[in-house]
């Protein structure tokens, strides 16, 4: 019957993902089904602390965070927990030996969202990797299975991924994280005077993260790549969306992709890798 416990689990997992998600739970659909469940565990921890940050207003949010670290922690060191999110993570952590320094970092990320509303160039960094790099990293050691040799080579590509995404995410969600949560992430910019300069040297430092990234994800392996690709070229869309609207605009509303759009890039991803181009 465990067997029974740890599949609901991961099952609730993915109905996170599908609730929270479009756009990486159709990413996910295009890895190889091996892939599947370890990769919603992923997810579904990461959106829950993110949750904690972001939405739990009325509720003591460091009390939660120190909690779900906590428990987290202990589900690992246990092999089990009541929490199925947290079931399901330390599954995948225990499976694929995913490093405790990976989720120190992330965890720590989110805690500066409590605790911090602007940047330095280091806290950038620090930030950036924790909460984008670290989760680009644990997807990584899925994919790669236990080899240790292919993890090192294709590091460096998916932590420039991970942060080529959050950065991405910092220009579509101005509005909400300054205007509403007060942060402001890029170091240095005045939002109360954000420029056509200022934008472009973010959208600079994001298309070198985009083109480091690029070569790593042909390198993945073959049951990986179709997803990842997607998830690449679903970003790169969103950045071109946002590069081309003026400073103004991007903090007067959210920019998306249109599902229509989205599944215009899967088809042509599909495409793409059936016909060995990617």
Same mark, same amino acid.
């Given at each position: 019957?465990? =067997? ?18 479009? !756009? ?19 997810? +579904?921890? #990461? ?31 246990? +092999? ?11 599954? @995948? #952590? ?8 990976? %989720? *120190?970092?992330?965890?720590? !990320? ?15 960094? *620090? ?6 790099? @670290? ?28 942060? =080529? ?8 969600? %101005? ?33 070198? *993260? ?5 070569? +790593? ?5 073959? +049951? ?55």
């Amino acid at each position: 019957m465990l =067997a029974l416990f740890n599949q609901t689990a991961l099952e609730c997992s993915k109905l996170i993902t599908e609730r929270y998600s479009t !756009s990486f739970t159709l990413g996910i659909k295009t890895l190889d089904k091996k892939y599947h469940l370890p990769i919603y565990a992923i997810y +579904g921890f #990461v959106r829950y602390a993110d949750e904690i940050v972001d939405t739990f207003h009325d509720f003591d949010k460091q009390a939660l965070l120190d909690r779900f670290r906590a428990d987290t922690y202990l589900a690992i060191e246990e +092999g089990i927990s009541l929490n199925p999110v947290l079931h399901s993570f330390q599954l @995948v #952590v225990r499976q694929y030996n995913i490093e405790r320094a990976l %989720i *120190d970092a992330f965890l720590r !990320s989110m805690e500066m969202d409590l605790q911090r509303s602007d940047y330095d160039e280091a806290g950038y960094s *620090d930030y950036i990797y924790g909460s984008a790099e @670290v989760v680009g990293l644990m997807c990584l050691r899925v994919f790669c299975e236990g080899d240790a040799a292919e993890y090192d080579r294709l590091r460096e590509p998916a932590r420039k991924l991970g942060s =080529a995404f959050q950065k991405v995410n910092f220009l579509r969600d %101005i509005k909400s994280d300054y205007q509403e949560r007060g942060r402001t992430y890029f170091p240095g910019v005045d939002f109360t005077d954000f420029t056509r300069d200022a934008k472009a040297l973010i959208e600079d430092d994001i298309q070198r *993260d985009f083109d480091d990234a690029y070569q +790593g994800i042909l390198a993945l392996p073959r +049951g990986a790549k179709m997803g990842v690709h997607l998830a690449y070229t679903y970003y790169l869309k969103l950045f071109c969306k946002i590069k081309n609207l003026p400073a103004s605009r991007i903090q007067q509303e959210r920019v998306r992709v249109p599902d229509p759009q989205k599944f215009a890039l899967l088809a042509q991803t599909m495409l793409r890798y059936r016909l060995n181009l990617l």
